[in-house]
Nanobody, 121 residues
Framework: EVQLVESGGGLVQAGGSLRLSCAAS????????IGWFRQAPGLVREEVSC????????EYRDSVKGRFTISSDNAKNTVYLQMNSLKPEDTAVYYCARGCNTDVANIFGTWGQGTQVTVSS
């Protein structure tokens, strides 16, 4: 069974850091593009970052460039999102999924339960 489990969220003050983890089972993270997404209350789910399996390249939405870093540990079958210099507008539930955009992720149909990130001002 393909499964993704996110962890690492929490409450942090603006300027702080968190590292999110996405533990995969049922497939190898090195074989698929893995994306991080977030959804704030009342807003649509948006892409945050992606790790491209083909060449290990990374993608980030403009608002997180220079602050967030996506990486993986294939031995642990886990993808991480290091988030530094957090801002209140980063507050959301964060999800990982197979694919770099929500259309592809929905085709795969594997979403974790998400992990809440709350940044206080």
């Amino acid at each position: 069974e393909v499964q993704l489990v996110e962890s690492g969220g929490g409450l942090v003050q603006a300027g702080g850091s968190l590292r999110l983890s996405c533990a995969a089972s049922g497939f190898s993270v090195g074989d698929d593009d893995i994306g991080w997404f977030r959804q704030a209350p009342g807003l649509v789910r948006e892409e945050v970052s992606c790790l491209i399996s083909r060449d290990g390249s990374t993608e980030y939405r403009d608002s997180v460039k220079g602050r967030f870093t996506i990486s993986s540990d294939n031995a642990k079958n886990t993808v991480y999102l290091q988030m530094n210099s957090l801002k209140p507008e980063d507050t959301a539930v964060y999800y990982c999924a197979r694919g770099c955009n929500t259309d592809v992720a929905n085709i795969f149909g594997t979403w974790g339960q998400g992990t809440q990130v709350t940044v206080s001002s």
